[in-house]
């Protein structure tokens, strides 16, 4: 099968409290970054066979308030756990992971499949559920009535993103909702996004906590040898 796009927008916010899933993953670690990443590097084969292939990492603006070292734990990260914070380092990760594969993909030749990640705005969605029955429930609700887009609007800047034919050989750059309409260059990420060695960090990591190789950029398929991921 061949791919020749791929949007990843699935996700969750704000959890009140701390979840693991039944790997012992705290579970918006998992949902926003994890889940993708293994997802992308499984789909890669399909991609690879593909004339021109664009990948749309859908991350958010409070990417700018997450933090991620070499030190990072999901689950230790918040004393106590905070998931606001937790959702912000997620969506930091994923900026980091588009830019991390798309200088990878280009160093392994593989020009015609291109990565970037970008903010779709404030979208009418039931990403802020978590809030339902607390104090910020009525806010979040006036606020989304009254600012928020539709969720058709929301899809703009990923559909454009990954359309675009004045994008067709941009990659690594993060998008917002701002920029999008006029196609500008890009706009300028969390510093983290450009810090080569943190990428490197995240991307060996996240390997090992879903079984892949991190010295390899396109896993084998199972019908090639390769193991299938148990995540």
């Not at 084969?45 to 004339?51: D, I």
């Not at 292939?53 to 990260?77: E, F």
């Not at 918040?78 to 998931?83: A, E, L, M, W």
Request: with cysteine; aromatic share 8%; charged share 20%.
């Amino acid at each position: 099968i061949n791919a020749e796009y791929m949007g990843l927008n699935a996700g969750m916010m704000a959890t009140q409290s701390l979840i693991k899933t039944k790997d012992d993953v705290e579970v918006t670690y998992q949902s926003n970054h994890l889940g993708h990443f293994l997802l992308t590097q499984m789909l890669l084969p399909s991609l690879k066979q593909s004339p021109a292939a664009r990948i749309v990492h859908v991350s958010s603006i409070l990417h700018y308030m997450g933090q991620v070292d070499d030190t990072y734990n999901a689950t230790n990260r918040n004393h106590p756990y905070r998931g606001m914070s937790t959702y912000a380092d997620t969506k930091l990760m994923q900026v980091m992971y588009s830019n991390e594969l798309d200088s990878r993909l280009a160093a392994a030749g593989l020009t015609h499949i291109r990565s970037n990640s970008i903010h779709p705005g404030y979208v009418m969605s039931d990403l802020d559920r978590p809030f339902s029955g607390g104090w910020l429930q009525w806010p979040m609700q006036l606020s989304r009535r009254l600012l928020a887009r539709r969720t058709k609007e929301g899809a703009v800047t990923q559909i454009r993103v990954a359309s675009a034919v004045e994008l067709a050989n941009v990659g690594g750059a993060y998008f917002q909702d701002t920029c999008i309409m006029t196609l500008c260059a890009g706009m300028q990420a969390h510093p983290d996004a450009y810090d080569i060695e943190r990428r490197d960090w995240l991307w060996r990591v996240s390997c090992d906590i879903v079984g892949l190789d991190p010295d390899t950029l396109v896993p084998q398929t199972p019908e090639e040898g390769g193991a299938p991921s148990t995540l």
